[in-house]
């Protein structure tokens, strides 16, 4: 697949903050810097995974994006058709548009949640829910829209016929193909997957992301995809960012972060997926200590006081996120010179 050159969305130094001002009884909340400085490109046909533990800002870097959560500084950048259409300039800035540009730009940008049982009204059939967005932005008739539906269920493995069926009489890989399906709803151009399959049986995970990467092929859609699973990173992806505290420390081509990733976080991440052959698995890298409390991050490094390479330079100086080689950056003072094991998966 060939990816254009110019992004089809430029995030430059998004932040998001929660706490802060004061608490009820009077006291100072502290400042939780959940994404910090996130800077990212993506381009049309592209899918840039996005990994790191649990609580390290991934879904809020994703909701963020979308202005579903309000930035507290940064730039987003997307060239959105509608928006062109409407408006005149090809690039949107998300983060400045009011309530009738965001509307326009959501047309364009779209998100598959994580949990496909919350993500659908209960009380909905699965016609009303999937064609929510064409009702909204008032596009066809009622016959026109049922159409559209049947069209997407067909197009995600689901029988029309089921589209006057409720939730509950779904199974959970169904609801997630109804979720993707009313994510594609408005034929955006970008779509940020927050965890899409991690809560679906393997042999539906399969399913769901051939149906992805088809649907990635016919529409040239391009996908943020957030996930724990690193062996389903490298299948999807083109591209990998690794976030350690709401920072990226390292980006780079799939293949390449697999065989040489080169920030130490990245390597104890990959370290600990169950290479396919027991025999053959290598120690597994365990970091020391606890995550750090956000609100109070280490000094220079944030990652140091858990990093088994960290040195004087690291506790006063913290790295910049860098390109050590073409397409590969990492946040580390030691990027070049450490020897990092690679991963593992296949």
């Known amino acids: 697949m060939t990816v254009a050159r110019t992004p089809l969305l430029s995030v430059k130094d ?33 899918t840039v995974g996005l990994v790191g533990e649990s609580g390290c800002g991934k879904t809020t870097a994703g909701r963020t994006i979308l202005r579903l959560l309000e930035p507290t500084s940064g730039s ?15 690039r949107a800035d998300v983060v400045a548009a009011d309530s009738n540009e965001l509307r326009l730009l959501r047309r364009d940008m779209q998100i598959i949640f994580q949990d496909p049982y919350s993500a659908l009204n209960p009380r909905l059939t699965l016609a009303s829910n999937v064609g929510e967005p064409l009702r909204a932005n008032k596009m066809g008739n009622r016959g026109e829209r049922r159409e559209r539906v049947a069209e997407l269920l067909e197009r995600v493995g689901l029988a029309p ?35 899409a399959v991690s809560a679906l049986d393997v042999s539906i995970q399969a399913q769901v992301l051939n149906i992805l990467l088809d649907l990635q092929a016919s529409r040239n859609l391009a996908f943020l995809f957030i996930a724990h699973d690193l062996a389903v990173v490298k299948y999807v992806s083109h591209r990998v960012a690794v976030m350690y505290l709401g920072r990226v420390v390292e980006l780079s081509p799939t293949d390449e ?23 053959k698995r290598p120690p597994r890298i365990t970091l020391a200590g606890d995550v750090p409390n956000p609100a109070a991050p280490p000094s220079g490094c944030h990652f140091r006081t858990r990093c088994r ?22 946040a580390c003072h030691y990027a070049e010179k450490l020897t990092l094991r690679p991963a593992s998966v296949r």
């Open 14 to 46: 998004l932040t998001k903050h929660f706490g802060g001002k004061h608490s009820l009884l009077g006291k100072p909340r502290p400042i939780i810097p959940a994404v910090d400085a996130f800077s990212l490109d993506i381009h049309a046909g592209e």
């Open 76 to 90: 987003v950048h997307f060239r959105s058709r509608t928006y062109a259409e409407a408006r005149g300039p090809e």
């Open 161 to 195: 016929e089921m589209m006057d069926r409720y939730p509950h009489e779904f199974s959970g890989g169904q609801r997630q193909r109804a979720v993707i399906a009313r994510a594609l709803t408005l034929d955006p151009s970008f779509v940020v997957a927050d965890e």
């Open 257 to 279: 972060l697999f065989a040489d990733p080169r920030h130490p976080y990245t390597e104890a991440l990959m370290s600990a997926v169950p290479p396919p052959h027991r025999r």
């Open 309 to 330: 390479y960290a040195k004087d330079r690291c506790v006063s100086e913290s790295p910049a996120l860098r390109e050590i080689r073409p397409g590969h950056l990492a």
